[in-house]
């Protein structure tokens, strides 16, 4: 079996989510950030994972589900790129701007990894 990996960073979606009162009250920004082993077949995109996926189910999850944890969440967008067709093992990092912010910290971030 021949893979490859996806880098995909940046990906920038908005949520709710967070244990302290009132931060699911309205949308959060999120950064994500994958990086996808895939299958490789031969030079034809149906035989890997499109990437313009993976970052749709990234954004689609951050959006649709709802977390305390960032850990959580990560583990969340980790499991859905899982899920998808072509996809060996994923590593999601969810970055939070503003708990950074708030905590005056470049970045926190929480990061899960999901293997086949």
């Known amino acids: 079996m021949v893979t490859s990996r996806l880098l995909l960073t940046g990906i ?5 989510h967070g244990a302290n009162p ?24 149906a035989s890997t994972a499109d990437y313009r996926t993976l970052i749709r189910t990234a954004r ?16 969340a967008v980790a499991n859905e790129v899982l899920a998808l ?3 060996v093992k994923v590593s999601a990092v ?4 503003g708990a950074a912010r ?11 990894t999901a293997e086949r």
């Open 12 to 16: 920038s979606a908005s949520g709710h």
């Open 94 to 97: 969810v970055h939070k701007p």
């Open 60 to 75: 689609e999850t951050v959006g649709r589900d709802s977390f305390d944890l960032l850990e959580s969440l990560a583990h």
């Open 22 to 45: 009132g931060e699911k009250d309205r949308a959060q920004d999120f950064v994500v950030d994958l990086d996808v082993e895939v299958h490789v077949g031969d030079d034809e995109l």
């Open 102 to 112: 708030s905590n005056e910290v470049e970045g926190v971030a929480a990061a899960a």
């Open 85 to 87: 067709d072509g996809v």
